[in-house]
Nanobody
Framework: QVQLEESGGGLVQTGGSLRLSCIVSGRTETSSIMGWFRQAPGKAREFVSAITWQGDTTYYADSVKGRFTISRDNAIHTVYLQMSSMKPEDTAVYYC??????????????????WGQGTQVTVSS
């Protein structure tokens, strides 16, 4: 089993920055692809970013490319999402997710078997 706990959400003004953290506990010895997803009110959950176990390859949704950066520190079992130049449309609950089954990154939520509780991010205009 893997447990994920997000933190770092909050209220920020347009153009501001936030850094989300996701602490991984449980089967931390298992290599995993980590992802961030988000869900805005009334909308489906959508892919934001993902990173391989080694941290050498990253993926981003077009809507956040150039503004968000994903990274991981396996020594402390933590994944980060640095968000900059934020926009009101970034407002959502952000979820950290782990994929322990696949060897290549899949940008769909069904591939991720473990999820955190989510952290609210609100960008004011």
């Amino acid at each position: 089993q893997v447990q994920l706990e997000e933190s770092g959400g909050g209220l920020v003004q347009t153009g501001g920055s936030l850094r989300l953290s996701c602490i991984v506990s449980g089967r931390t010895e298992t290599s995993s692809i980590m992802g961030w997803f988000r869900q805005a009110p009334g909308k489906a959950r959508e892919f934001v970013s993902a990173i391989t176990w080694q941290g050498d390859t990253t993926y981003y949704a077009d809507s956040v490319k150039g503004r968000f950066t994903i990274s991981r520190d396996n020594a402390i079992h933590t994944v980060y999402l640095q968000m900059s130049s934020m926009k009101p449309e970034d407002t959502a609950v952000y979820y950290c997710a782990a994929d322990l089954r696949h060897s290549t990154v899949i940008l769909e939520s069904w591939a991720y078997g473990y999820w955190g509780q989510g952290t609210q991010v609100t960008v004011s205009s």
